[in-house]
């Protein structure tokens, strides 16, 4: 038997087709940060080369931060997806706590209903949102895009947190309760501590379409002032095609907050998928 | 019994803003927009015309053409991805789950990478790699003997839409990837061990034990995957532009829907026939939706553990 060297074999072979899709995955980043740092004449004559002494050179960040409007659309973005991220999580784990505690006339509607909406995308609903958003004059407003983006992200939320609030042990709670804590108190200082995991699964899964969307921001809020990142570097791209060191440094700047974000919740993310969100 | 109990105030409390919120901006749009579809404009007045929006999107040429062929691209735009991305997805977690494997943890974040960029990011830089002009690909190419096997797949009507969905493959990948490995993950060690002590290992064990048990992920990401596909906008938009060229071939619901409700170049924005596209696009969501729930869902058995 050779299980040893077979296992061995086997492992390289996993490793070398997880490292070559990795590379495939990486590549395009590869390519924008490192052509980000290299003079124009550099990201010509050789786009793959690392920047050198000779060819290092940031212009391109000098040029997008010089033009100013780049960090407002950054602090819109900003704004726009914390501030979601804060209602989704809080409003969706107040309603997943209510499905999931209580047993009330309604309840099972009540969570189907709310959870229509992870397979009907709230895209469809765009030309209505437009004409109300018209209407209560909200148009090139953040508070537009803050609206459309909590409603967009709860149905997952209240979705993947009742399922785990349903695995919080009631023994704990009915504790709680016979120490004369107020259901609010429960939730608040017992049940969402527990659920930290979960509520990372969530952050994710709705920070970055929130983050990344066009859609939106081009239909709502499309104005100089209330433009987020996405749509900034869109604009960005057509009206400066020429100046590819501005272009290069705009996306490699655009790449970094949400990877940030991401790495925050990520090691939370697994286990919060595992114990779970699938099943 | 509930009714003689004093009224629960936290309950209600606890639910509002999640579903104040969520009906007044998702399911009121969304009734408000299969609405509007059924009125049209005469002389500046709003009219019901009942379906008759609907009979022209299918049946007038001046819409039907665009719409058939905007619902058969997405079609195969939604094969691509489910003949490449779930197959890949499904390899790189078994990879990924593959006990006592370094490294996973880095390999599992690297690979996710790219769905967290934004379609403006992945659209620019693939419409870098693969330009004639700048030449990543044709010289990249070139350094294996292949240079001959370029074109400008962006470019040209019979590769354009195959390109894109590619593309988009390669950016979502790591969503059933991450998924199907937590689902190997929570597969429970009797399990695996019962199938070791019947000397079922390796590959065979995949087939045989692992797969059936991850089915009913494949199936969720499939309907994720069918929702996403068939509400996709923004990469076309990014990399094609509103007309979604070269002469529509890469043209999807998505930007059908976005050039006719805005309007583009001499074409005026229309909301009715806008909502009337919406509408069809919420048609056949739900359409399979309904045959995921009723026809797969019922059938995958569930296992308890």
Redesign the interface.
Known sequence: MSAARHSTA??IA??A???T??L???F??F??VVNSMKSRRAI?SD??ALPTRETFDLVGYRTVLAQGDFLLYFQNSMIVTVVSLV?VL???A??A???SE?R??GNLL?GLY?A??I???????????L??MVASGLVNTLTALI??Y???G??LA?FILSEFMRGVSDDLKNAGRIDGL???TI?FRLVLPLVRPAMATVAVFTM?PI?????FPL?LAPSEATKT??LG??VF?GQFVTNWNA?LAA?AM??VP??VL??IF?RQ??RG??AG??? | MAERKPFRWHVLVFLAPAVLVYTAIMIVPLIGTLNLSLYGRAGGERVWVGLQNFATLFGDPRWSGAFWNALGNNAWFFLVHMLLQNPVGILLAALLSSPRLRMAAFYRTAIFIPTILSFVIVGFVWKLILSPIWGIAPSMLDAVGLRSLFAPWLGREEYALTTLALISVWQFVGIPMMLIYAALLSIPDEVIEAAEIDGITGWSQFWTIKLPLILPAIGIISILTFVGNFNAFDLIYVSQGALAGPNFATDILGTFLYRTFFGFQLQLGDPHMGATIATAMFGIILLGVCIYLFAIQTRLRRYQF
């Open positions: 086997r492992s996993a490793h087709i997880l490292a899709y990795t495939i995955a990486l395009p980043v390519v924008i010509f786009p793959l209602f809080l409003f969706g107040m309603a706590f209510a499905l209580y009330f006339r009540m709310l229509l909406g397979m009907i995308p709230i895209r469809l609903g765009t030309v209505a949102i004409q109300m609206l459309v909590t409603a967009q709860l149905p209240v107020s259901e609010y939730f970055i983050w990344n969307d066009l859609w239909i990142i996405t570097s869109q791209i272009v996306l655009a790449i949400v990877l991401y790495l990520s993310l697994i998928i595992t969100a699938v099943k």
